[in-house]
């Protein structure tokens, strides 16, 4: 194996995290090699991205199956089987990961969810907690991590207003919110009648032209409809490639080497020594010696490599020791509503990624959970994130899905309808978790990550409460007929839901409890820090790139002070 | 001034000034962006624009990639029936939609080149989604097969030549699984058919579908513009002739 010069750090994946810490320390002086399997990402790459088809139906942008994906079973007791297509969940892949492929939607967590088990404790006592579910403390409250959320919105551009219901900001949002659109106003005003508290969605698709701290300058969103699985041909949507990277480059100090794909962490003792990676290009495996490895891969990457590594504790679903691979969640997003207007048509075809009005008067803890049999909520927001065409035949139910009723009814209410949804809460349980399969491996004989997870009695009973509030808030807005979810079935692998998986090397104050502390560095391993939404205990009822980016921004700052003493930064 | 003129007139302002402000910059140095071609994208709509194909015009870039002509047929039939010409539209036949998906078939699609292929293969449970090793070329020429069979077998007649009422029903018996076979999963094939069909229609034309955007013009979809900034907020909904990727292309 051919061995390169050592680094001061080694990055595994480059998107929003592992570009965050690159810029962050590139500036500060550190050498640093980002190392991602995928390939160069540009804003030139989006001249014909407002193709349906090959961006949202053939995933242009995802990472490629043939060569990798995971395996997934309901339960322990049967067996599990590759996700042989996309579906409920895709994977970025390339420059940026998925921050070039997400829409923008740009919340905070509440600060219910950084003290979840003491407050849930506090307020409905030690039994509101069901057998199983393992929710804990993040090690961090939201007062502490302020700091690094704002210098996210503000490296990023956050365009938005105030949520009434939220934790508090040290500043205003750096933009102005969207514009509003007529199905946004409506649900405003309704939301307000209602005596709820909604306000306008926190976008990163930029309300107008916007120069950042590190005097990047990006253009406004032009509310083209193409976000979600497209990259933004305007650079007027945040994502690595066009904020963070540059500024990294710019320094000198950050190299990136694509094509590069990293499958073990090298460790002597209890620290890394590096990473061993192949060039997809030439297949050679390359060793890169470095003081300090960041691991900012997606979810499931960030824990197999772990695990692939034999670097940190595995879990065991049936002692509930061990860390990595713990604490799997993902989100409900089966609580919606839709509303058909006989008499209205919208031009809902238009829209941004993060355009939308949003409410938090069920989510966290904002409302009394003494009579409900869950815990925990979710926001619910009307989008208008461009309705595109294969995606958009919206029928009332019990219209067949195929045939002259069909046809008639999709393209009638293609632009006479209105969802109103909720992005439930994913609670975490003992037996929901990560680990290597078996017999499943990749292109290069590497175990695939195993998930095993379902929804639980907490989720049903959530999706119920949510699709009720969505089906009471479209009646109001003047729906001539509403359609609502209520029923939640078995998590199943097909249908899109969220690309929004957590967990699996979280963050806590404890090494018995947590994988790694507040600034995401390993317990185990002080010279390694783990980066993403792998470090959430739990998911919140939110999207989550804003809390990766303002835990990314942490655990720079970690790792400055790491680079500087050495030793646990806690 | 029609609504159409109106919404014209707007965007031009609109692309004038997102030009002044567009793009990205670090310390003054573009680092990306599609500032110039936009610019002569801008301009060449100004341009006269070819006259429409008819359907008279012999169109030598439509011909059959995968299927035989047989094949085609009964594709062509089966997605009319999926989405049939009524008094909305045109239906998938008129659109081009049975050329989509053998174009579809002749390229990765067809050889799910970037799903998951690799053994051992089990039989599942539904949530886990498809575990067969068969691709999609593969389901096609065995599903078509078995559709002729079954008409000849209950109609004794191609399933082409069957009424439309007879076509149906045979494609129920496979939405529903009514038909049992061995090789392959009928209500599968039916749903890889029909979310075909809506791709067919509704896709960019040039991936053979969608014919003369007469998909998008049934939902009054513009296809696919550069901005919206100057209708986001509209009451009226907004009307206008629809745009394609070739619309975008400049050499």
Known sequence: MRKLPKVDVVIVGVGWAGGIIASELAKNGLKVVGLER??????????????????????????????????????????????????????????????????????RFLPYDFEIKSKTIERYGKNKIPNGMTIQ????????????????????????????????????????????????????????????????????????AYTNPDGVARSACQYCGFCERFGCEYGAKADPVVTVIPVAKKTGNFEIRTHSYVRRILHKGNKAIGVMYTDVTTGEEIEQPADIVVIASYVFNNVRLLLNSKLGRPYDPATGRGVIGKNYAYQVMRGNAIGFFENKEFNTFAGAGALGVTLDDYNGDNFDHSDLKFIHGASISLTQTGLRPIANNPVPKGTPSWGKEFKRQSIKYANRSLTVAAQGASMPFRHHFLDLDPTYKDVFGD????????????????????????????????????????????????????THNTGGVIMGDSPDSSAVNSYLQMWDAENVFVVGASAFPHNSGYNPTGTVGALSYRAAEGILKYSKKGGPVV | ?????????????????????????????????????????????????????????????????????????????????????????????????????????????????????????????????????????????????????????????????????????????FEKDEIKLTTISPSGFFRILRNATIEGVYADPLYGGNKNMGGWKLKNYPGNQMAYTNIIEKDEFVKMPPKSLKDHLHT
Request: charge should be neutral.
């Open chain 2, 1 to 173: 001034m029609s609504p159409q003129d109106d919404t014209k007139g707007n965007e031009n302002v609109s692309r004038r000034n997102f030009l002044k402000k567009s793009g990205y910059a670090l310390g003054g140095l573009l680092v990306g962006g599609v500032v110039g071609s936009l610019l002569t994208v801008g301009q060449r709509q100004a341009a006269p624009s070819p006259a429409p194909q008819t359907q008279s015009t012999t169109d030598y870039n439509q011909a059959l990639m995968y299927f035989r002509p047989d094949q085609f047929r009964m594709v062509e039939a089966a997605t009319e029936r999926i989405f049939p010409a009524d008094e909305n539209g045109p239906g998938a036949k008129d659109l081009g939609v049975a050329y989509f998906i053998d174009h579809q078939l002749a390229g990765d699609w067809g050889f799910n080149a970037r799903d998951y292929m690799r053994s051992p293969f089990f039989k599942g449970e539904t949530v886990q989604g498809y575990q067969g090793r068969l691709n999609r070329r593969e389901i096609f020429d065995i599903a078509l097969q078995e559709m002729q069979n079954y008409s000849q077998r209950k109609y004794q007649k191609n399933f082409a030549d069957l009424t439309e009422e007879q076509q149906d029903e045979v494609l129920r018996a």
């Open chain 1, 137 to 208: 403390n993040w090690g961090i409250t939201y007062d502490q991590l302020e700091p690094y959320y704002d210098k996210f919105e503000k490296m990023a551009g956050i365009s938005g207003e105030e949520n009434p219901l939220a934790g508090k900001r040290s500043s205003k949002y750096p933009t102005p919110p969207m514009k509003s659109s007529p199905a946004m106003k409506m649900f405003m005003e309704t939301a307000k009648k209602m005596k709820l508290h909604p306000y306008i969605l926190p976008s990163a698709n930029l309300s107008q």
């Open chain 1, 38 to 107: 995928g390939k160069e990402r540009k804003t030139e790459d989006y001249f014909m991205v407002h193709d349906e088809l090959r961006y949202a139906y053939r995933y242009e942008l995802m990472q490629d199956l043939s060569k990798e994906t995971i395996t997934f079973r309901s339960n322990e007791k049967i067996r599990a089987l590759p996700m042989r297509q996309y579906g409920s969940f895709l994977i970025g892949n390339g420059i940026g990961g998925a921050g070039v492929h997400w829409n923008g939607q740009t919340y």
């Open chain 1, 447 to 498: 175990p695939l990550i195993r998930i095993t997870f379902d929804f639980e009695e907490q989720d049903r009973q959530l999706a119920l409460f949510l699709a009720t509030k969505c089906e009471e808030i479209l009646k109001q807005m003047g729906a001539d007929r509403v359609d609502a979810n209520k029923e939640l079935g078995p998590y199943d692998i097909v249908p899109y839901q969220s």
